[in-house]
């Protein structure tokens, strides 16, 4: 599986951005898209996660502000995020989880910069 995201940038607190990923290749084991982040000096944290059945998972410190969804073709995954503080600041990176055959993957993307000024 391979994967591409899209919609990193600069914004200013209390802006929005979307971050869009598209996975290819062997995508019909995917049972879990999602987004982490990791921000200097830390170590990479959950952000949000989607199964296939539609159900989501967020961090605490995003509830509220950031909403994850799949596309249509269910090989693409979204986040908006609203209401930006700087403390969002990080590369944020897409990851895909499959199971196939009693197996279980995880794939990551090369990560997209977000950048919130205050």
């Known amino acids: 599986v391979q994967l591409q995201a899209f919609g990193g940038g600069l914004v200013q607190a209390g802006g929005s951005l979307r971050l869009s990923c598209a996975a290819s290749?062997?995508?019909?084991?995917?049972?879990?898209m999602g987004w982490y982040r990791q921000a200097p000096g830390k170590q990479r944290e959950l952000v949000a996660t989607i199964t296939s059945g539609g159900r989501t998972n967020y961090a605490d410190s995003v509830k509220g502000r950031f909403t994850i969804s799949r596309g249509d073709a269910k090989n693409t995954v979204y986040l908006q995020m609203n209401s930006l503080k700087p403390e969002d600041t990080a590369v944020y990176y897409c990851?895909?989880?499959?199971?196939?055959?009693?197996?279980?993957?995880?794939?990551w993307g090369a990560g997209t910069q977000v950048t919130v000024s205050s």
């Open positions: 290749g062997s995508t019909s084991g995917i049972y879990r």
């Open positions: 990851n895909v989880y499959t199971w196939v055959l009693q197996d279980g993957m995880d794939y």
